[in-house]
């Protein structure tokens, strides 16, 4: 894959961890965007590993 897009996944995936992990942060835990959050950050943190590890495989 391109370097150009990787960078735009790592970026994708770094916008939506922080906006979700600001969320986390002043939401109400027993709510439902509380959850949502959650889930949305373990989505962000997993799309910046695959990518991540995606980069260092390829480098070998």
């Given at each position: 894959?391109?370097?150009e897009?990787?960078?735009?996944?790592?970026?994708?995936?770094?916008?939506?961890?922080?906006?979700?992990?600001?969320?986390?942060?002043?939401?109400?835990?027993n709510?439902?965007?509380?959850?949502?959050?959650?889930?949305?950050?373990?989505?962000?943190?997993?799309?910046?590993?695959?990518?991540?590890l995606?980069?260092?495989?390829?480098?070998?």
């Amino acid at each position: 894959m391109s370097s150009e897009f990787l960078q735009g996944f790592l970026r994708a995936g770094m916008f939506v961890a922080l906006v979700s992990l600001v969320l986390v942060l002043t939401t109400q835990r027993n709510s439902a965007e509380f959850v949502v959050s959650v889930c949305s950050l373990m989505i962000g943190l997993i799309l910046v590993g695959a990518i991540v590890l995606m980069t260092r495989l390829g480098q070998r």
